[in-house]
């Protein structure tokens, strides 16, 4: 499976935007790129997934590097309830296996 | 919440006993997946299901196993729990490829 890379921790404030990068250099063509979070003491939630084009939802944005070897994940207007870890997958075209690597914990101050 | 109920959502058991653990949805979704998390090591991949019985191992499979006779059970088995099998356990399940998952509240496993 590919690797990401997150940074461990990031911080923000509120209502301000959070862009939360992730490397993923050896990404191939089938790859999809899925972001999620986890909330403290919950299980994971979705946040939004995309293969080449920058994805929006209403939750947050993706944007994907034209290489494709990077993307971020784009939060307009931080709130305290985003204070969660946030997990940068890659999920391989064909197979429908979901591996987290560790994420990044945001942290968003008042 | 989507429809998945993980049971029991608390255990304590001793070191060697059997545990059975149960994931049960009502959503009629495909894919099923078992994760543990530790402190430091983020969620990791266990086993998962891409349809009744049809299974496959994750990234730490050893020491587990797991049955899906209907679509709306995922059972993960400690044959004989060791403490480093202590741990949170998280179900989760998906509709189709490509498409969101859902995870489950969790069970936390003691093995004492």
């Known amino acids: 499976d590919a690797k990401t890379t997150q940074p461990n921790s990031m911080e923000s404030n509120e209502e301000e935007p959070v862009h939360l990068p992730c490397n993923h250099s050896t990404i191939s063509g089938t790859d999809y790129i899925h972001w999620y979070r986890q909330l403290p003491s919950q299980g994971p939630e979705y946040v939004i997934h995309g293969l080449t084009s920058n994805v929006n939802n209403r939750m947050a944005s993706l944007a994907i590097a034209e290489d494709r070897k990077s993307s971020t994940l784009i939060l307009h207007r931080a709130t305290l309830r985003d204070a969660a870890v946030y997990y940068c997958?890659?999920?391989?075209?064909?197979?429908?296996?979901?591996?987290f690597g560790k994420g990044t914990k945001l942290t968003v101050n008042p | 919440d989507a429809g998945i109920t993980q049971s029991p959502r608390h255990k304590v058991t001793e070191t060697g006993t059997p545990v059975t653990l149960r994931c049960h949805q009502t959503e009629n979704h495909r894919y099923m997946y078992w994760y543990r998390q530790d402190p430091g090591h983020g969620l990791r991949l266990i086993h998962y299901?891409?349809?009744?019985?049809?299974?496959d191992k994750g990234e730490v499979s050893d020491g587990y196993s797991v049955s899906r006779s209907k679509t709306e059970d995922f059972l993960l088995t400690l044959e004989s729990a060791t403490s480093s099998q202590t741990s949170v356990y998280f179900c989760?399940?998906?509709?189709?490829?490509?498409?969101?998952?859902?995870f489950g509240q969790g069970t936390r496993l003691t093995v004492v």
């Open positions: 299901s891409y349809g009744v019985k049809d299974t």
């Open positions: 997958i890659l999920k391989r075209g064909g197979s429908e296996k979901l591996v």
């Open positions: 989760a399940i998906k509709d189709r490829p490509n498409t969101e998952a859902f």
